[in-house]
């Protein structure tokens, strides 16, 4: 069976759709000003992808059917721009969302990150997201000296409406140990409540690892910067 190169390209550009060989036929192939995606309104709001183009980050909005849309959550003005392959991919997340936004004392966002990072990568993107309003639970500050580690986490994880998964090459390294990270990764897979952070990796370096969690498609910080895949998680959990 041939297998879609989605997780991997985006199917962000013509190339990408086109050379796919689980996908080109059903998107019929490409046209020269752009490829589309089927269509499927409910996603987005009614405004769409309209106006002469303009750029931010790496993300581009285009006129026409191209390659962006705003999702139904993203507020009128915002300035962040979403492919619509982004918006396919979490508007299931947003929809579990919504089913737990009156649910007292949630944290936004459970940041699952492998220890390595925890200085780094993880460190950033969590204060890229407390920069946005987002409240995070992070191990560095979350879990308190004395704590038992793996209650505090299944803690974390009841008490959040959406876990992300920082996935570097260090987080890699722990899933095939099965340390602590894949304990978390289960439990946010049960809930259908995950979203990949791909970030100096790729989404098939991941699914030689962890198949199940390569199925999922996600961000990159290869197509965004992570101030970029901050703003749109920022949407994506704001009431």
Known sequence: ????????????????????????????????????FPSNPSPYSSSGSTGSGRT??????????????????SRAGSSVVYTPAEVRTLTPV?????????LPDLRDVFLCHAWDDRKGAAKELHDQLESRGVSVWFSEKD???????LREIDKGLAKSRVGIVLVTPALLGRLAGEGIADKELSALLARDLLVPIVHNTTYEALRDVSPL????????????????VAAKLAELVSS
Do not use: F
């Open 1 to 36: 069976m041939s297998r879609c190169t989605a997780p991997v390209r985006g199917h962000r550009t013509a190339s990408a759709a086109a050379e796919c060989p689980a996908c080109s036929s059903r998107y019929g192939g490409y046209r020269s000003s752009g490829y589309s």
């Open 213 to 228: 969690l390569g199925s999922r498609s996600g961000l990159s910080t290869a197509d965004d910067t992570m101030g970029n």
């Open 94 to 102: 947003r929809d579990n969302i919504e089913k737990r936004v009156h």
């Open 143 to 149: 879990v308190a000296l004395g704590s038992t580690l």
């Open 56 to 73: 931010n980050g790496s993300s581009t909005v285009g006129s026409g059917s191209g390659g962006s849309g705003r999702p139904r959550w």
